[in-house]
């Protein structure tokens, strides 16, 4: 079985800074992308950063210069570094890899339950 544990989100000032972590956990043969995305209250659900296992990154603009996301391939865990944090930054963040588990054949996608990010004076 595999499941993601994210931890990190919290209350911060504007301008403060935020690290989520997110571990994968359970039977892996190989992960391929992982990544953060994020849904503040009354949109949808978008792209915030993702890295694949060769080491390439891509952010949504918003976010660009800002937050910056990494993976301990060792661990199998993605980090998103939050700098300069905004109101509008102001969502639940939920960690997603593409992995092909061992038990399996197909390439799938695994979701973590979500960690709120308030970003608030």
């Known amino acids: 079985q595999v499941q993601l544990v994210e931890s990190g989100g919290g209350l911060v000032q504007p301008g403060g800074s935020l690290r989520l972590s997110c571990a994968a956990s359970g039977s892996i043969f190989s992960i391929n992308t992982m990544g953060w995305y994020r849904q503040a209250p009354g949109k949808e659900r978008e792209l915030v950063a993702t890295t694949t296992s060769g080491g390439s990154t891509n952010y949504a603009d918003s976010v660009k210069g800002r937050f910056t996301i990494s993976r301990d391939n060792a661990k199998n865990t993605v980090y998103l570094q939050m700098d300069s944090l905004k109101p509008e930054d102001t969502a639940v963040y939920y960690c997603?890899?593409?992995?092909?588990?061992?038990?399996?054949?197909?390439?799938?996608?695994?979701w973590g339950k979500g960690t709120l990010v308030t970003v608030s004076s």
């Open positions: 997603n890899i593409r992995a092909v588990p061992a038990s399996g054949w197909r390439r799938m996608d695994y």
